[in-house]
């Protein structure tokens, strides 16, 4: 079974500073996507960043780019120039190409950006 | 464009209380979730509907049951609530995409 595991359960950043969040999985498969999703204190589930596992290009969204080491089944968010907005809990997830678009979510990491 | 729809937005139930949780999406995916999300545990999937007339259970189904009542609606009923159900709770659609669109959740608290 795929498992996601993110091992920074909180963290905080100075505003303006630039942020790694770290997350691994463990899958047998090859055709995956990976997430990074983020949700503020409104409780409401917002898309950051999608990684499919055949592009060896990271993905890159505005600030916020990933690491994406397939090998090594690791998949790392960076926030460059971070920002008050970015305080939020921060979730990594991964759902298969082949099973009915199910995801399967690490138990996230509270990131707290100080002013 | 609404999205996805969850009612209520808050529910507190006794012990053994029924209800049903309400999700309504409005553009035409063919799958519908629940997921259930707990401090420190992230989110988990109760059920999903891969399509119209289909669910099939997640990692924690026990203690629930859906209705995939049409393409754009899909229930969560839990018959007899226990305090171990208190969460708050999320339902997703998705379409060929794999990424899920989400509803704003439903906390509910069982005393």
């Known amino acids: 079974a795929q498992t996601v595991t993110q091992s920074q359960p909180e963290m905080s950043v100075q505003e303006a500073e630039t942020v790694t969040l770290s997350c691994t999985y463990d899958t047998s498969e090859n055709n995956y996507y990976l997430f990074w999703y983020k949700q503020p204190p409104s409780r409401q589930m917002i898309l950051v960043i999608r990684?499919?596992?055949?592009?060896?290009q990271n993905a890159t969204e505005n600030r916020f780019s990933v690491n994406f080491q397939k090998a090594a089944k690791s998949f790392s968010l960076k926030i460059s120039d971070s920002q008050l907005g970015d305080t939020a809990m921060y979730f990594c997830a991964y759902s298969s190409r082949n099973r009915d678009d199910k995801i399967i979510f690490g138990k996230g990491t509270r990131l707290h950006i100080l002013p | 464009n609404a999205g996805v729809t969850q009612t209520p937005k808050f529910q507190v139930l006794k012990t053994g209380q029924s209800m049903t949780l309400q999700c309504a999406q409005d553009?035409?995916?063919?799958?519908m979730y629940w997921y259930r999300q707990d401090p420190g545990m992230g989110l988990r999937l109760i059920y999903y509907s891969a399509s119209e007339g289909t669910t099939d259970k997640g990692e924690v189904p026990n203690g629930y049951n859906v209705s995939r009542l049409n393409k754009r609606e899909f229930s969560l009923r839990l018959e007899s609530a226990a305090p171990s159900q208190t969460s708050v709770y999320f339902c997703?659609?998705?379409?060929?995409?794999?990424?899920?669109?989400f509803g704003s959740g439903t906390r509910l608290t069982v005393v």
């Open positions: 997703a659609s998705s379409d060929r995409a794999p990424e899920h669109t």
């Open positions: 553009m035409n995916h063919n799958s």
């Open positions: 990684q499919e596992a055949y592009k060896q």
